[in-house]
């Protein structure tokens, strides 16, 4: 069964770089694409954007010129990057998969979520 | 705000049948398929409902999508404590060219 974790610093200073990696276990990487979704504590969902196995990327226009997301196929792995942060991006950050072949599919699985605090 | 409307909160005792509806717009729920999840408090959120009307393994026949149009409801019938959590509607939007969540609806059994 396929798992999905997150991990990375739960805090990071203001207009640092937030940086965070999803671990794939349970299957292969490839073939796939890959997502990163936000949830500010209280509040609902935010899809940050995804990337095909193939480094092809689509990210959500409100967070485009900030965002950064890449994969190394060989660690079964991939990352975002969100630059300029500011306490508006305090959020629990997720990864998950994408099975649709087309993109524009359902997240299945997801993984357990981490807090990002951001912070001085 | 979200993309797509949801109702911030539903109800419901044990045994009914409740429902909670998205509604949205010709380029996103109108033209694509529409997504369901449930999310209990802590957890990450989980896949109910996937193209519009399917459950994945494992999700009980209880529990129902359906969409026409513009809008989409999820069904839950003989409501159980275990369904107390937040359920999040979701699809593609083409203007957006990515996909998109409604703002959740908490359902609380009474």
């Known amino acids: 069964q396929m798992q999905l974790q997150e991990s990375g610093p739960g805090l990071v200073k203001p207009s640092e770089t937030l940086s965070l990696t999803c671990t794939v276990s349970g299957g292969s990487i490839t073939s796939y694409y890959w997502s990163w979704v936000r949830q500010p504590p209280g509040k609902g969902l935010e899809w940050i954007g995804y990337i095909h196995s193939s480094g092809s990327t689509n990210y959500n226009p409100s967070l485009k010129s900030r965002v950064t997301i890449f994969v190394d196929t060989s660690k079964n792995q991939f990352s975002l990057n969100l630059s300029s942060v500011t306490a508006a991006d305090r959020a629990v950050y997720y990864c998950?998969?994408?099975?649709?072949?087309?993109?524009?599919?359902?997240?299945?699985?997801w993984g357990q979520g981490t807090l990002v605090t951001v912070s001085s | 705000q979200s993309v797509l409307t949801q109702p911030p909160s539903a109800s419901g005792t044990p045994g009914q049948r409740v429902t909670i509806s998205c509604s949205g717009s010709s380029s996103n729920i109108g033209s694509n398929y529409l997504y369901w999840y449930q999310q209990v408090p802590g957890t990450a959120p989980k896949l109910l409902i996937f193209q519009n009307n399917q459950r994945p393994s494992g999700v009980p026949d209880r529990i129902s999508g359906s969409k026409s149009g513009t809008s989409a409801s999820l069904a839950i019938s003989g409501l159980r404590s275990e369904d107390e959590a937040a359920y999040y509607c979701a699809t593609w939007d083409d203007s957006l060219n990515g996909p998109v969540f409604g703002g959740g609806t908490k359902l609380t059994v009474l």
């Open positions: 998950a998969r994408m099975p649709d072949t087309s993109g524009r599919g359902w997240f299945d699985p």
